[in-house]
């Protein structure tokens, strides 16, 4: 099992940026997958998560600017972030469960994701 995060970058405040993980090594729509992010010092918080049945979660902070999607034609999965602001800054990553995380109470929760892509940077500045 392989993920690859990118499309981090440096956009201005209210701009818009498409993170993408490519999956390899599974089928994608049979796990639940999800986008997270940590900022230094701070624990890793869970973004936006779909699940292998297509219903999709997200935190308070990023609903209604932030959109998760799959392709599984592509293997892919996406986050479409819209509106961004400075507090967005971090290093997003793209995660897994195939089964093998802890049981936990949300799908939110990292630690229930098993499989991890490397982080990609946003920078929301002017």
């Known amino acids: 099992v392989q993920l690859q995060a990118s499309g981090g970058g440096l956009v201005q405040p209210g701009g818009s940026l498409r993170l993408s993980c490519a999956a390899s090594?599974?089928?994608?729509?049979?796990?639940?997958s999800g986008w997270f992010r940590q900022a230094p010092g701070k624990e890793r918080e869970g973004i936006s998560v779909?699940?292998?049945?297509?219903?999709?979660y997200y935190a308070d902070s990023v609903k209604g600017r932030f959109t998760i999607s799959r392709d599984t034609a592509k293997k892919s999965f996406y986050l479409q972030m819209n509106n961004l602001i400075p507090e967005d800054t971090t290093v997003y990553y793209c995660?897994?469960?195939?089964?093998?995380?802890?049981?936990?109470?949300?799908?939110?929760?990292?630690?229930?994701?098993?499989?991890w892509g490397q982080g990609t940077l946003v920078t929301v500045s002017s």
């Open positions: 779909i699940e292998s049945d297509g219903s999709t």
């Open positions: 995660a897994t469960n195939t089964g093998g995380g802890l049981r936990v109470t949300t799908p939110l929760d990292p630690l229930g994701y098993d499989y």
């Open positions: 090594g599974f089928t994608l729509d049979w796990y639940d």
